[in-house]
């Protein structure tokens, strides 16, 4: 049987991309592992949610 071997030129997720997201039944989020493109989404979704829009505008500020 052959394996599955990713094209060339392809690249897999890193560890550093990836997000673990769990709802929980009240409909509170967990997140682990939160990415910069996955808090732009999360804040696109819930704009005045202050703990993903801290954490849009930590990752959108240039590092000084």
């Given at each position: 049987m052959?394996?599955?071997r990713p094209k060339k030129g392809s690249a897999s997720p890193g560890k550093d991309q990836v997000s673990?997201?769990?709802i929980l039944p009240d409909g509170q989020i967990l997140v682990h592992n939160l990415?910069?493109?996955f808090a732009g989404l999360l804040h696109e979704?819930?704009?005045d949610d202050e703990q993903i829009s801290s954490r849009v505008t930590r990752h959108l500020?240039?590092?000084l």
């Open positions: 052959k394996k599955h673990e997201l769990l990415t910069p493109a979704l819930n704009p500020s240039p590092h």
